[in-house]
């Protein structure tokens, strides 16, 4: 199975403050999903990395894959409190992405 | 709305007990996926399903059942529930574009005392 390490597990920002949450996996990376959870209640979808060292944004959220590293990195710019959750990372063994793991998460609370 | 609708929200149950969770979806998708979380472990995939009567085992398949006889439902069922089954469970679907996302249902909690 494919082991996706998430880090930290937990983050406290004042906000305002930038934020970088990293995800490692065991083997070899073909796509990479970034969700955020709300507590006890469902995923949402943030954004998804392609092979080839792809770089994405939506709002104040950038995500990077470096597949050499089976690495991805989420970073949050000027955190308000509206970012705080659990931030998931998910991939598959494949690029059929129909077994599907997911990092144990990141909880991030933005103080006021 | 797109959505994906499971239910029952919340259910507290005894061992032993049947249990069928449901998961219905609007979007016309075709692969269709559950996942337990637990504190400490994450999300754990239980199984999937690339397409009505295609199933097939997740990480985490033991003590579960699944059905997909529609394209739109894809049921849970836990024959014989046991107090290591209290978790919360997500129903996930996708559609067919590669690398397209799940979409999430709100999520189950079960309980079994």
């Known amino acids: 199975s494919q082991e996706l390490e998430q880090s930290p597990q937990s983050l406290i920002v004042q906000e305002g403050k930038n934020l970088t949450i990293n995800c490692t996996s065991s083997k070899t990376l073909y796509g990479l999903y970034w969700y955020k959870q709300k507590y006890g209640e469902g995923l949402i979808f943030l954004m998804m990395l392609q092979k080839g060292g792809e770089e994405k944004s939506h709002e104040k959220i950038t995500a990077k894959l470096d597949e050499k590293k089976q690495q991805s990195s989420l970073h949050i710019t000027a955190s308000q409190p509206s970012h705080a959750g659990i931030y998931l990372c998910g991939a598959g063994p494949d690029d059929n992405f129909n077994k599907f793991y997911f990092g144990s998460g990141t909880k991030l609370n933005v103080k006021p | 709305e797109a959505q994906v609708t499971q239910n029952p929200r919340y259910l507290i149950t005894v061992t032993g007990k049947k249990l069928t969770v449901t998961c219905s979806q609007n979007m016309n998708h075709e692969y269709m996926s559950w996942y337990r979380q637990d504190p400490g472990l994450g999300l754990r995939q239980i199984y999937y399903s690339m397409n009505v009567e295609v199933t097939d085992k997740g990480d985490v398949p033991e003590g579960y059942k699944v059905s997909r006889k529609e394209k739109r439902n894809f049921p849970l069922i836990l024959e014989s529930p046991s107090p290591n089954q209290t978790s919360l469970y997500f129903c996930?679907?996708?559609?067919?574009?590669?690398?397209?996302?799940?979409?999430f249902g709100n999520g189950t909690r079960l309980t079994v005392t």
């Open positions: 996930a679907s996708r559609g067919q574009g590669w690398g397209s996302p799940l979409h």
